[in-house]
């Protein structure tokens, strides 16, 4: 099993940081609702509250909500007890308020039922119940005691003149409007989440499958250098043979074969490479327009058939790392297209804001719309022939360890077309301004 990158922990915990980003939202909505209830209260129904203390609540609530805007700008991860301490500071600042305001008797009692319902959407199962505990313990509190005495009249015969009943009314609508609202957006935070770590298993199971591909080519690459190297050997026998020397024919056959086992122990060689088990190698530094001619010179030197047509427009010429993997990648869409349309292919390579796009087209059929929707994804080819459809599955994961994207789209006038693009400073050395000056 292979380590999960980073972003699948930081996928973990954005839905926390915009869960706590509504909590703060609804408490600024709290805050209002307060004051407005006091004003309400006092100026409206000529209630008498101890203003003060309810005045120290509000304040006091203000400056743990700017706190918690401050803390938003901290980069550490949203837990659940932190997401449980805010929810139980707005219980105890309602029911402080509730307390200086009748108790029991104050109909806004029943927005214990909203710090409820969020503890169920945002936390887990044992501090939910604990919630529902501390909200129920609050409840029968104000129950037995409440300041000074001072109650509430339940004039419910009153209708609308009863502030008692508007208070209802009142607490009604806010549970109603702010559980439709905040609900909607903190389950939508969920499925957000959700989707982001599918989607990051989804890579973690496909970095896993490459890393097995790649421990499967090192071992092949170590089992086939020693019958090379044998056949090295005996060809260089051959070579210096007398039946050999006096045959031109055999000779030229000879050649032909030792440079073959030869293009075969470099092909070794790169796949070794690409899996960090070269020994004694160094990073070969190389700039970018010399490090493309020369990919396309070798591939053409290995299809002296194919009519590739080949396009450099690069201004600056950046000192850059010979990377092994992307030139494999771009090998690949070559041979591809080259399989798709023998009669022509063309490369087209720009420099433009720090960005290198590698445009490969051919004149083939194209691609089918099954390829293109899960471009990306191992063994989705046409070619009906077993373990094929990797070529664009591992171009695809070699572009994103640029940094960069590879997409694929069919051309109107018929043929395919494949866009690489990543920046050039994934290929820049440390040290390369160092070595310019």
Known sequence: MIERPPAFADGMHVAGRQN????????????LGQVLAIVVAVDGFSLALPLFNMAL???????????????????????????????????????????????????????YLLQVALAAVLL????????????????????????????????????????????????????????????????????????????????????????????????AAHELGTPLATLDVILGDWAHAPAVAADAELQRDVRDMQAQVQ????????????????????????????????LVAQWRQAHPWARLKYSRRIDTDAVVIA??????????????????????QQLTAVLENGQLMLEVRDRGPGFVQEVLHSLGKPYRSTKAQPGRGLGLFLSHKVARSLSGTLSANNLPEGGACVTIRFPLSALTPEDADESAD
Not at 25 to 31: D, G, P, S, T
Not at 79 to 96: G, K, P, R, W, Y
Not at 330 to 336: A, E, I, R, T, Y
């Open 57 to 111: 609540v509000v304040g006091l609530l203000i400056v743990y909500n700017l706190f918690s805007q401050l803390r938003l700008k901290w980069h550490f991860p949203v837990s659940q007890i932190e997401l449980f301490l805010a929810l139980l500071v707005d219980v105890m600042a309602l029911t402080a308020q509730l307390y200086l305001s009748g108790g029991a008797t104050n109909p806004f009692i029943f927005l």
């Open 263 to 294: 293009r075969c122990k470099t092909i070794l060689s790169g796949i070794l490479m690409s899996a960090g088990e070269v020994r004694g190698e160094v990073l070969t530094r190389t700039t970018v327009t010399a490090f493309l001619d020369g």
């Open 20 to 31: 706590l980003r509504l909590l703060i939202q609804l408490r600024w909505i709290a805050v």
């Open 323 to 344: 990377d092994r993997g992307l030139q494999q990648m771009v090998f690949n869409v070559l041979n591809n297209a080259l399989e798709a349309s023998p009669s022509l």
């Open 124 to 219: 887990q199962r044992r501090t939910t119940w604990m919630m529902a505990g501390v909200t129920s313990a609050a409840f029968a509190g104000l129950v037995l005691t409440h300041h000074h005495g001072y109650t509430l009249p339940l004039d419910l015969g009153g209708g609308l003149d009863s502030p008692f009943v508007l208070g209802m009314l009142a607490c009604f609508a806010l549970n109603a409007v702010l559980l439709a609202a905040f609900i909607t957006r903190i389950t939508q935070n969920v499925r957000t989440r959700d989707a982001r770590l599918a989607a990051l298993r989804q890579r973690a199971s496909e970095e896993e499958h490459i890393v097995h591909m790649g421990l499967l080519a090192s071992g």
